[in-house]
């Protein structure tokens, strides 16, 4: 049966995932840290996503929600229409072929003792385990040449690759099971500025022959302005505004995606521009501030800013943001202003 | 050896001057020339930015300037480090016996790195470890130090300085380390800072504060600075000039305008082209302009020059005969390429 492509592949409804904070004293009650507190979006088929946010908000955590890597607290998760939320380990199993991670680190997330094709070929240990010795080491011959790699290279250890490398072998390791949905977080952070062009090129060009979904996690606006459809920005847990990537960096509707996209160093000296700078850090997520968790570094914040949560709605078609304020102009970097 | 260019003689305003800097390692694989030939200056007020990805000898150079690098046998260095001292007189470095290097490192030039948590000292009050630093080189006593300690730390914006100098580096975020460590490092007013890969572990948020703060500073003192960085976002923001480094040697030097706007060196053209530009957000993906291959096995220089293999420009017989001089291609722009006029042509 052809899916139907216009459906979302991914549905995450009010997702919550809240982690034992410290013990403030012997007998005083567990803190709470909320790492991720109410998150909905949904991916469609072929789309790329990205979720942005610094250190601290929640994009990471709400990566390894949506593959079932950690419980959720709260909220619903569903693949192609098909809830997930809840599912035992087992009932699991059909899934996790069709969602796939490439991490951050391609030094720390490949086992060193391992040969590539022991690495690529794990997942189908698991996941097909009847085939022969032979179908297999056709499966991660053909798998390597998809990630540009050679099929001799199944016989080396990751010691042997360069970074780049080693980041082709992870998205090979990911794509072996064929999946629908990879969830990429930073994938290129660790890597040098020539060899990041050239594994955002792949994962592209990957995207389209084989019709992938990607959920991209990064803090790289750059990045993620060339690679994305969609963007959703992350402050402490919650999402503060979600649209198309240009509408995004052209027309940003809260404070803080422009203070945001304003910090993002532009590789021009000729440029001047007046920098919206943020004042002190993002606050603990042990005690985060009431109402809009951004109010307190925020240039435009109201006494009502205190008041409640601001719910994420619709200002534009497509464009979502979860700011009090609509009397705002705020500003593009400079040479994207509408 | 290469040919180095014609060389005026240090003038006042020059805080450091490097020259012929020679830096390899002795593995049991072989020698490995991580820094080969460097020479430059950096003047009072000036920011000097060292750009260029893993292998290309960047740290390396700023940890040879301070004499950082592993003792021999493990590694040997050669070359001058003319460095400006208190009395107005350039001293080399590289000749300098370590009982009194340690009396420069942390007075006349001092170092911020990458990571403060793993520079800071986990089990010591952040007032203790700067005032350490102060007591060493000025004798202040105690009391004093931690006074002057307080001022620093209110310089480089941490709020409520005088109860923070209790603090544990664990209670701080990465931000706030990372201006205690710019706070340890201008407690003795150094005429020179050497800031390696200051802002890379920050959010964007965290990096554009910590870039202002280095800019306010060095209005402030005319401290000459040595950033070392990958990113050519922060170097069009804080450089004057700019040194591309690859594979050990300075491939490009140029002051910064020039260097964005015309660079003559195909690899720092690669390099410009393989950033993804924030105006062109969302319309369409185009190919990024990678550059092909990785940086060549230290223990296996190809011939020639060693961007050859990666470079579109690639001419055999003219690429691949002999390393390519360091020449002054324009007035203080320099570029290590047989090729650049003809390709100056061609892109134009």
């Avoid at chain 1, 698991?126 to 297999?136: Q, T, V």
């Avoid at chain 2, 800097?21 to 430059?40: C, K, M, Q, W, Y």
Wanted: hydrophobic fraction near 45%; charged fraction near 20%; aromatic fraction near 4%.
């Amino acid at each position: 049966m052809i899916p139907d492509m216009t459906a979302p592949l991914l549905e995450v409804r009010d997702l919550r995932k809240w982690f034992d904070g410290p013990r403030p004293g012997l007998f005083r009650k567990r803190a709470v840290v909320k790492a991720v507190d109410g998150v909905s979006f949904d991916i469609r088929h072929g789309e790329v996503l990205s979720l942005v946010g610094e250190s601290g908000s929640g994009k990471s955590t709400v990566g390894r929600t949506v593959l079932r890597l950690a419980r959720p607290t709260a909220g619903q998760i569903r693949f192609a229409g098909d809830d997930i939320t809840s599912l035992s380990r087992d009932a699991l199993r059909p899934f996790r072929q069709k969602m796939q991670l490439v991490f951050q680190d391609p030094y720390a997330s490949l086992n060193p003792k391992m040969t590539v094709e022991d690495i690529v070929g794990a997942p189908l240990e698991i996941h097909a385990p009847e085939l022969s010795a032979a179908a297999r080491r056709q499966r991660v011959a053909e798998t390597l040449a998809l990630v540009g790699l050679l099929p001799s290279h199944a016989a080396r250890y990751p010691h042997e690759f360069s970074g780049g490398q080693r980041q082709r072998l992870g998205i090979a390791r990911a794509l072996i099971m064929q999946p629908q949905l990879l969830i990429a977080d930073e994938p290129v952070s660790a890597l040098d500025v020539s060899i990041q062009a050239q594994v955002v090129n792949l994962l592209l060009e990957l995207k389209e022959r084989l019709g992938l979904t990607i959920l991209f996690i990064s803090h790289d606006l750059a990045v993620v302005g060339h690679i994305s459809d969609r963007i959703a920005v992350m402050y402490l847990g919650r999402l503060v505004e979600v649209a198309p990537t240009r509408a995004l960096f052209t027309m940003p509707r809260h404070p803080y995606t422009e203070a945001l996209l304003s910090a993002v160093p532009i590789p021009d000296p000729t440029i001047q521009r007046e920098r919206i700078m943020l004042a002190g850090d993002m606050p603990s997520p042990l005690d985060p501030p009431s109402g809009c968790s951004f109010r307190t570094r925020c240039r435009y914040a109201l006494p009502a800013c205190a008041g409640a949560v601001p719910a994420l709605r619709e200002v534009a078609p497509g464009h979502l943001k979860a700011c009090i304020r609509d009397d705002l102009h705020l500003v593009a970097p400079t040479g994207l202003d509408a | 050896m290469t040919q180095a260019p014609a060389r005026p003689a240090a003038g006042e305003d020059d805080v450091l001057e490097v020259r012929g800097l020679n830096i390899s390692f002795h593995t049991p694989a072989g020698e490995i020339p991580a820094v080969r030939d460097v020479s430059f200056r950096v003047r009072r007020g000036e920011t000097l930015a060292l750009v260029g990805e893993s292998g290309s000898g960047k740290s390396v150079t700023s940890l040879g300037i301070l004499r950082l690098t592993p003792k021999p046998p493990f590694c040997s260095i050669s070359g001058q480090v003319l460095l400006r001292g208190r009395d107005g007189t350039m001293r080399d470095l590289v000749a300098l016996p370590e009982a009194e290097m340690r009396g420069v490192r942390g007075r006349d030039a001092a170092m911020i790195f990458q990571e403060p948590m793993t520079s800071l000292n986990p089990v010591h009050r952040v007032g203790d470890q700067i005032a350490e630093s102060i007591r060493f080189h000025e004798g202040l006593s105690r009391r004093a130090a931690l006074g002057k300690a307080a001022d620093l730390l209110d310089l480089v914006g941490i709020p409520d300085a005088r109860r923070r100098l209790g603090a544990f580096p664990h209670e701080m975020s990465g931000g706030m380390r990372q201006r205690v460590m710019i706070a340890m490092a201008l407690a003795c007013e150094p005429r020179l800072l050497i800031a390696d890969e200051p802002t890379t572990a920050l959010d964007v948020t965290i990096q554009a504060q910590i870039l202002d703060l280095l800019r306010r500073l060095q209005e402030r003192t005319r401290m000459a600075v040595i950033f070392i960085t990958h990113n050519l976002g922060v170097v069009a923001e804080i450089a004057d000039r700019v040194m591309v480094m690859y594979t050990g040697r300075v491939v490009e030097q140029a002051a910064v305008r020039p260097l964005f706007r015309a660079p003559l060196m195909p690899y720092t053209r690669g390099l410009l082209r393989s950033v993804p530009r924030l105006d062109f957000a969302g319309l369409g993906r185009e190919k990024l302009a990678a550059i092909p291959g990785t940086v060549p096995d230290p223990l296996e220089p190809p011939p020639g020059c060693s961007f050859g293999p990666r470079c579109g420009a690639f001419l055999p017989g003219s690429c691949d005969t002999a390393i390519p001089p360091l020449q002054e291609a324009l007035p203080g722009h320099q570029v290590r390429c047989v090729r650049w006029s003809a390709l100056t042509g061609e892109a134009a």
